[in-house]
């Protein structure tokens, strides 16, 4: 399901955070004038963490729910290898 939703939704947030990034660009590194001094600094934070935050939720978070989802995985199969515990009452069913 992962890699699924991945693949599904990689194009349209590749797309949107590129075009955002591109817009902010020519404020970040061509703009000169003595009003755009105040601007640049938060261009800059946004057009940057905008390419940090795609690459964070087109890779980091995908990986994160698989490694979860093994980690899940293991702790269920180490659950039903356990044998009951002394005196205890078997299950019904």
Do not use: C, W
């Amino acid at each position: 399901a992962v890699l699924k939703a991945g693949v599904n939704r990689f194009r349209a947030i590749l797309l949107t955070s590129l075009t955002t990034f591109l817009g902010l660009v020519p404020i970040v590194f061509f703009e000169k004038s003595l009003q755009a001094q105040i601007v640049i600094p938060m261009a800059a934070a946004l057009a940057f963490g905008i390419l940090f935050a795609t690459v964070i939720t087109l890779f980091l978070i995908p990986v994160l729910y698989h490694i979860l989802e093994d980690v899940k995985g293991l702790f269920r199969r180490r659950g039903a290898e356990r044998p009951p515990a002394a005196g205890a009452e078997p299950e019904r069913a």
